[in-house]
C-alpha cells in the first residue's frame, strides 16, 4: 500500500465512545472476544488501572486512559467501544490527535454516590464494525478502576423554607455531614432577621424573629475548614387573625393648657404592630424653644403624656412624641402644642400625606382658635403659602379656623415632596400671635419602569414594574390597570416594585397605569410587544475593537461602542438587509446602555460625564457632569447595568473608585449606602444586570490580593449584599430575563437564583466557551465554542445549545441539546510572528434577540447576525433510558475516531 492510500485509510477510522450499560453493551458486542486475524490493528491502553479520589460537592476531577491505534496495514475502518463491569463512573469524555492515532479517554466520577469505594473494570474493545458484532484479536482490553468518593460538607435542606404566622417566632432545624477531616463548623452570613438558636455536632437550629406579612430570604453560609456551603432560608409571614396593621396612636395631635407653675396631662393610646416589635419613644422640641417640659410614662393603652409649666414663662410651646419599633415599623409621631398662662392655645401642627387612598374630604381642615382664660376676643388670621387657602380667616374665640389645600396646587407639586405653609392667627396687641403648620406630603403611587420593556408578541408574559408609593394601593386591581388589556394580574412585592402577569399579547405598545382617589395625574409606565423576526444570517465587515453591543429590538436596531473610534455606531435592518444608519463620537466613550424603557440611550465617558441620546437618531438630548473623575462600568463588556428602578450604575474615578448612580428620571447622582460592607473598588465595580432590571451583580476588583467578594442587589431590599459564591470576581457574565439563571462564562458555571450551582458547561470535542447568554426565559443556554485552530483561520466558531434547567443524571455538566458551525467569523488568523497577536483573541459581544431565535455576535471584524436553525429551536433534553442494571451504568454514545463533531447515537 502507497504512503498517500494508507493516510486515507487512516483518516476513516472511529472511536465508538464508552458504553456503561453492561447487558446492553455485552450484546451489541457479541460478548467480546474473537474474529481478527494477523492483519488486525491493535489498540494500547497506557495503564491498566485507574484511582479517583472525588469529594462530595467537589470539583470532578477526571482520571485519563490514553489509546493509541497500530493499523498493522489493515485498511478499513476501526471502531473502538468500551464497557464498565461495576459502579462508580458517570460518564468519559472524549478527545482525540489531530491525526486520529491517539484518543484520550477522561473517567469522571459518579457524584451521586454516597461516600464509600467502588471498584469497576473497563473494558475496550477493538471492532470491526460500528455495531461491535465482530471484534479484533487481542480485544477486550481492561482496565481496573478505583473510586473513592470522600465525604463532603453537606447541609439539609438546602433551601429550607418555614411559615409562621406574624407575630410569631419560628425555628427550623439544619442537618450538617462534615467533611473529612472536620471536626466542627460555623454559620454565616445569617440575615438580620434571624439568630442560631442552637448548635450541635450533627446540626444546628436557625430561630426566626416575628416579621410583618411577607416573603423573606436569606442566604447563611456554612464552613467547616476551607469548605463553605451556601443554604437557603425562606420565611413566609402570613396574615394574623383580624388582618395586620403598622403602629398606630390615637389622637395625632394634643393641644395642652395651663398656668404658670402647673402641669396638664393626657393618655393617648397606642395600638402595636401586629408582629410585635419593641417599641421605644423619643421626645424632641421645637428648634430653639424650652425642653424638658413634657413626659411621657408608659401605659397599659399607651403612654400618659404630662407637661409640666413650672419653669415656663407664659407662651406657647410645642413638642413631638415619637414612637419606633423594628425597621418594619413606620414610625408615628404625635404633635404635642402646650399653651402655657392666658393667651391663645397653641394649635398643633397639621400633617396630610396623600396617597393613593386619600379622600377629597382629606383635603379639608380645621382647628378652634381658643384662649387659656379671660373673655372671648376677635381673631384675624393668615396663610404665608397661596397653596394653603383659608375659608374662615376671622372670627371670635371659640369658633373655628377651616381651610383646605388648593387642588390644583396639588397636582402640580412634585410627587414624593413635601411643603409646609405656616398659619398666623392674631387676636390684639394684648395677645401674642400663635402660628401653627399645615404640612403636605406627596406621596401617590407612581410608576417608573416595566421591564424587560420588549416582549414577544402570542405568549404569556411576566413583567416587574418598579415605582413608588405602592404600598398605599388598597385594592391594586382597583387602581392598576394594562390599557386595553383584559385579564393582568399585579403582585406587590414592596413599596417600590409590582409583579405584572399577563396573558399573550398582540404585538404594539401598552401603557400600565396607577390610579388615586383623588383623581390626580400620575406617571405611567409602557412596554411593547413584538412579533418574532428572526434575521438572516448576515456579516458586517466592521475592525475595532468592540465594547459594547445593544440589541434595540423594538426598532429592529443594534448599538455597537466601537473602543478604537471613540463611537456609538447604529445598525439597522431596513428592506431585507442591515444597513448604516448613523453613529456620533463622544469624547473619552466609555460605556453605554438603554433605559428599562428602550427609550433612552445612555453613555458615559471618562470626563465625569453621562450624556443621554435618543436611540433612534443618536442626537443628544442632554449633558450631566459629575465632576473631573471619569465615569464608567466595564471589564470586557463596556455595558452599563441599569436597574428596573432607572438607575444607572458606574465607577467613578481612576485607581481606587466610589460606586456611583445616575437616576434617569431624577436626572441626579448619588453615591449608594453599601452600610456594614466592606467595600474595594480598585479598578472597579462592573456589573451586570438581570433582562428585568431586578437584580443587579457587582465584581468589586480583579487587581488586588485577597480578591474581596462579589455583592449583588435585589431590588426588593434595594440594599447591597455580599454574594454567597466562591469565585470573587468574573470578566464575562450574563442572567436571563428574571435572574433565575446565572453564567459565569469564566468559570463555565451555571448557578440559579440562589446563587446554587445548576451544572458546568463541558463543550465536546474540547472546545473552549468564548461567550455565552441565556434564552429569555433561562432554560437555554447559548454557547460560542471555539477550538485552538480558531485562532489560525483554519475553523469556525460553534454555537451551542445547553439544557441549562439541571445538570445530566449522575454528572456536573449541562445536557448539549444541538450545535451548529457559524459560517463566518467574526475576528481574524492570529499572526504569531514577531511576539504575538492577541488582538484575534478577543471575546465576541454576544446578545440573544427577545424571541431567542437569533444570535448577534460582535468581533473584532465584524458582526454577525447568527439565526438559530429551527430544529435546534424545537429540541429538548434528552430523555435518559431506564435500566435495572447496577449504577454502573454509562450511557452509549459512538464517535468516529478523529471527527470531534460526529453525532450521538441512541442504543
Known amino acids: 500500500m502507497s504512503r498517500s492510500s494508507r493516510s486515507r485509510v487512516s483518516a476513516r477510522w472511529g472511536w465508538l465512545g464508552l458504553i456503561g450499560l453492561v447487558a ?15 492483519d488486525d490493528p491493535e489498540v494500547r491502553l497506557d495503564r491498566t488501572s485507574v484511582s479517583i479520589d472525588h469529594e462530595q460537592g467537589g470539583p470532578n476531577q477526571p482520571a485519563r486512559v490514553t489509546a493509541t491505534l497500530d493499523l498493522n496495514g489493515y485498511d478499513r475502518a476501526v471502531h473502538v467501544a468500551s464497557t464498565s463491569s461495576g459502579p462508580g463512573l458517570s460518564q468519559v469524555l472524549l478527545s482525540f490527535s489531530d491525526d486520529g492515532r491517539t484518543a484520550w479517554a477522561d473517567l469522571y466520577a459518579d457524584t451521586s454516590l454516597a461516600p464509600g469505594r467502588y471498584r469497576g473494570t473497563l473494558y475496550v474493545h477493538a471492532c470491526k464494525d460500528a455495531e461491535c458484532r465482530t471484534q479484533f484479536s487481542g480485544s477486550p482490553y481492561t482496565v481496573d478502576y478505583v473510586v473513592n468518593v470522600l465525604p463532603g460538607l453537606t447541609v439539609t435542606p438546602t433551601a429550607g423554607s418555614l411559615s409562621v404566622v406574624s407575630g410569631q417566632e ?35 437550629t436557625l430561630r426566626t424573629r416575628s416579621l410583618p406579612v411577607g416573603v423573606y430570604n436569606g442566604y447563611p453560609i456554612v464552613r467547616a475548614g476551607d469548605r463553605l456551603a451556601n443554604i437557603g432560608l425562606e420565611l413566609t409571614s402570613t396574615t394574623p387573625p383580624g388582618g395586620e396593621h403598622n403602629l398606630a396612636i390615637t389622637p395625632a395631635t394634643v393641644e395642652l393648657s395651663t398656668v404658670e407653675g402647673a402641669s396638664a396631662s393626657v393618655d393617648v393610646t397606642v395600638s402595636a404592630p401586629t408582629w410585635k416589635p419593641t417599641l421605644t419613644h423619643e421626645i424632641s422640641y421645637t428648634s430653639g424653644g424650652q425642653v424638658g417640659w413634657l413626659t411621657a410614662t408608659p401605659t397599659e393603652p399607651g403612654y400618659r403624656l404630662a407637661a409640666a409649666a413650672s419653669a415656663l414663662p407664659a407662651g406657647s410651646y410645642a413638642a413631638l412624641l415619637t414612637v419606633r419599633g423594628d425597621e418594619y415599623t413606620q414610625p408615628m409621631s404625635v404633635s404635642v402644642a402646650l399653651t402655657v398662662g392666658p393667651g391663645l392655645v397653641r394649635i398643633a401642627d397639621r400633617t396630610l400625606r396623600v396617597d393613593a387612598e386619600t379622600p377629597a374630604s382629606a383635603l379639608n381642615g380645621s382647628a378652634t382658635v381658643a384662649l387659656a382664660g379671660g373673655p372671648a376676643r376677635s381673631w384675624t388670621a393668615r396663610s404665608d403659602q397661596s397653596w394653603l387657602v383659608l375659608d374662615t380667616s376671622s372670627g371670635s374665640t371659640g369658633g373655628d379656623l377651616r381651610y383646605h389645600v388648593d387642588r390644583t ?24 400671635p400663635m402660628s401653627f403648620e399645615v404640612t403636605v406630603t406627596k406621596a401617590l403611587p407612581e410608576l417608573r419602569f416595566a421591564a424587560p420593556a420588549v416582549r414577544r408578541a402570542g405568549s404569556a408574559q411576566t413583567l416587574l414594574v418598579s415605582g413608588s408609593g405602592l404600598a398605599s394601593v388598597t385594592d391594586l386591581g382597583a387602581r392598576l390597570r394594562v390599557v386595553g388589556v383584559e385579564g393582568a394580574t399585579f403582585t406587590r412585592h414592596t413599596d417600590r416594585e409590582l409583579g405584572l402577569s399577563l396573558p399573550a399579547l398582540a404585538a404594539g405598545s401598552y401603557t400600565v397605569q396607577v390610579t388615586n382617589a383623588l383623581d390626580l395625574p400620575s406617571r405611567s409606565a409602557r412596554f411593547q410587544v413584538i412579533e418574532p423576526a428572526p434575521a438572516p444570517a448576515t456579516r458586517i465587515a466592521q475592525t475595532g475593537t468592540k465594547r459594547s453591543l445593544l440589541l434595540d429590538a423594538p426598532r429592529r436596531a443594534l448599538l455597537l461602542l466601537n473602543g478604537d473610534l471613540g463611537q456609538i455606531q447604529r445598525w439597522s435592518w431596513s428592506s431585507g438587509s442591515w444597513v448604516s444608519t448613523g453613529s456620533v463620537a463622544i469624547a473619552g466613550l466609555n460605556g453605554i446602555a438603554l433605559s428599562p424603557d428602550g427609550d433612552t440611550l445612555v453613555a458615559s465617558s471618562s470626563a465625569g460625564e453621562v450624556q443621554l441620546l435618543d436611540p433612534a437618531t443618536l442626537a443628544l438630548r ?4 459629575s465632576g473631573t473623575e471619569a465615569l464608567y462600568m466595564g471589564a470586557l463588556d463596556w455595558t452599563l447595568p441599569v436597574t428596573n428602578d432607572g438607575r444607572v450604575w458606574l465607577a467613578r474615578g481612576s485607581g481606587w473608585n466610589t460606586l456611583t448612580t445616575f437616576d434617569l428620571l431624577a436626572q441626579a447622582y448619588a453615591q449608594p449606602d453599601p452600610g456594614s460592607l466592606s467595600t474595594s473598588f480598585y479598578y472597579g465595580p462592573w456589573g451586570i444586570v438581570s433582562g428585568n432590571g431586578g437584580r443587579l451583580l457587582l465584581s468589586q476588583s480583579a487587581s ?57 458547561i463541558a463543550l465536546p470535542g ?27 483561520g483554519d475553523s469556525l466558531p460553534t454555537l451551542w445549545v445547553l439544557d441549562s434547567s439541571a445538570a445530566a443524571p449522575g454528572t456536573t455538566a449541562l445536557p448539549v441539546l444541538g450545535s451548529f458551525e457559524i459560517a463566518q467569523s467574526y475576528t481574524y488568523a492570529c499572526n504569531w510572528a514577531g511576539g504575538g497577536d492577541t488582538g484575534c483573541l478577543a471575546a465576541p459581544l454576544m446578545r440573544v434577540a427577545p424571541d431567542g431565535r437569533t444570535i448577534f455576535l460582535a468581533g473584532p471584524t465584524a458582526l454577525l447576525s447568527v439565526p438559530v436553525p429551527q430544529d435546534i429551536q424545537t429540541l ?13 451504568g454509562l450511557p452509549m454514545t459512538i464517535q468516529r475516531w478523529g471527527d470531534n463533531r460526529a453525532g450521538v447515537t441512541g442504543r
Open 170 to 204: 419560628g425555628t427550623l432545624r439544619y442537618a450538617v455531614q462534615l467533611p473529612a477531616g472536620a471536626s466542627s463548623f460555623s454559620v454565616e452570613s445569617l440575615p438580620a432577621w434571624a439568630r442560631l438558636d442552637s448548635q450541635d455536632a450533627s446540626g444546628f
Open 766 to 792: 474540547g472546545q473552549s466557551v468564548a461567550a455565552a447568554q441565556f434564552a429569555p426565559d433561562g432554560r437555554r443556554l447559548y454557547v460560542v465554542g471555539v477550538s485552538d485552530s480558531f485562532y489560525s
Open 622 to 625: 442632554s449633558r450631566h457632569a
Open 24 to 38: 446492553l453493551a455485552l450484546s451489541a458486542c457479541g460478548g467480546g472476544g474473537g474474529g481478527g486475524g494477523g
Open 409 to 432: 396646587a396639588l397636582a402640580a407639586q412634585a410627587n414624593g415632596s413635601s411643603r409646609s405653609a405656616r398659619v398666623t392667627v392674631s387676636a390684639g396687641e394684648a395677645i401674642s
Open 876 to 888: 429538548s433534553a434528552p430523555r435518559m433510558r431506564a435500566s435495572g442494571a447496577s449504577r454502573a
Open 704 to 760: 488586588i490580593s485577597p480578591s474581596p467578594p462579589m455583592l449583588f442587589l435585589d431590588q426588593r431590599q434595594d440594599r447591597l449584599l455580599t454574594a454567597p459564591l466562591t469565585e470573587t470576581f468574573f470578566f464575562r457574565s450574563a442572567f436571563n430575563d428574571d435572574a433565575s439563571r446565572l453564567v459565569l462564562t469564566d468559570h463555565a458555571k451555571v448557578l440559579d437564583g440562589d446563587f446554587g450551582t445548576v451544572g458546568q
